[in-house]
């Protein structure tokens, strides 16, 4: 991102919020589930699986984890009563955590039962560095019980491999992506560089390991390598699957997909699209130009 691209992100609190609504709309579903199912219908029709979310972190009240459950209760009951090809992938901290982890643990646990009725699967997805520990510690505790969990491991971390290591022993399905969350040198890889290679080296040890892994990204180096991985191991493609957002790079999901490989999607919805859309948006190179065109339109 260059220096101005770097100024229009961080001014983006001040882009009118409709301004943002309109850029955003291509990354999530819309807020509510009917929007969520005909997203989901299209994007199955193209020959891709979807991970639904509902856009909520890092709530307040206990209550707001309750409703959450009871949303992706509801979610799950959707896609099988639509018979959509769709998980779910659910925040801890939108389930608690940073209340008590032993009540975000039983959220989780009433979720994955709802779910194994279906069945269906739910992965936790990984937040910032302060909950790692405690992520992992809920998904090892749930796993003693349900085997349609999975996590999410970031090759940003120093920490990973010692992580993926462990999860291997447990032949964990995990989602491996570099990590949005800028975290600070003691504990994270700065370079891009740096990360590109523990993420081959990652990927490299969780596919040995026989683990299923959802390969999360967009960097197309990482996905070429990751075809040269799956070939050397000789991998079927029902051993892995790649994972991209909605909304970004949709040519490349399209080669990878033509390719012979799975790819699933992930397309949040919910009335809490500001926050999420934001954050999306300062991750996007594009972003000056994009905010600059809606602006100078008047739109
Ligand atoms: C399915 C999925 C699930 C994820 N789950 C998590 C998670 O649980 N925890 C976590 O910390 N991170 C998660 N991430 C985010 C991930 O860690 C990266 O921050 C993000 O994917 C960007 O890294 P990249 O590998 O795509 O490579 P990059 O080099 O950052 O991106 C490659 C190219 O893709 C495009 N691009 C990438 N991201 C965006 C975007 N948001 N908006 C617009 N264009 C973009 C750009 O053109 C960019 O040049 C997830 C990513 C995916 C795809």
Not at 23 to 49: H, P
Request: proline share 3%; hydrophobic share 40%; glycine share 6%.
């Amino acid at each position: 991102m260059n220096v101005f691209d770097r100024l229009i992100s961080t001014s983006l609190p001040l882009v009118p919020k409709p301004i943002v609504r309109r850029i955003a709309s291509s990354y999530i579903a819309g807020e509510t589930l009917d929007d969520l199912i005909t997203a989901v219908r299209e994007l199955n029709g193209e020959g891709f699986m979807v991970a639904t979310s509902i856009l909520g972190e890092f709530v307040r009240q206990r209550e707001e984890s309750e409703q959450a459950v009871r949303d992706y209760q509801e979610v799950l009951a959707a896609i099988d009563r639509n018979g959509l090809d769709s998980n779910i992938h659910i925040k801890l901290t939108h389930f608690g955590l940073k209340l008590d982890k032993d009540f975000s643990r039983d959220n989780v646990r009433a979720l994955l039962e709802t779910a194994s009725g279906y069945p269906n699967f739910v992965r936790i997805d990984m937040e910032d560095a302060s909950c790692t520990t405690d992520t992992l510690d809920v998904y090892y505790q749930v796993r003693e019980e349900f085997e349609n969990v999975g996590v999410v491991i970031q090759a940003r971390l120093h920490r990973s491999l010692d992580d993926v290591r462990a999860l291997a022993k447990v032949r964990a399905n995990v989602r491996l992506c570099k990590g949005i969350y800028i975290e600070p040198h003691d504990i994270a890889c700065t370079d891009a560089e740096e990360i590109r290679s523990n993420y081959t080296k990652l990927l490299e040890e969780l596919l040995g390991a026989g683990c299923y892994v959802g390969i999360a990204t967009h960097d197309e180096r990482l996905v070429r390598g990751a075809f040269q991985i799956i070939d050397r191991l000789g991998l079927e493609p029902s051993a892995y699957e790649f994972q991209m957002l909605h909304g970004v790079l949709p040519e490349l999901r399209r080669v990878i997909l033509n390719e012979g490989h799975r790819v699933r999607v992930g397309v949040p919805f919910g009335p809490s699209w500001y926050a999420y859309s934001v954050r999306r948006l300062r991750k996007n190179p594009m972003i000056a130009r994009y905010v600059m065109k809606a602006m100078l339109s008047g739109s």
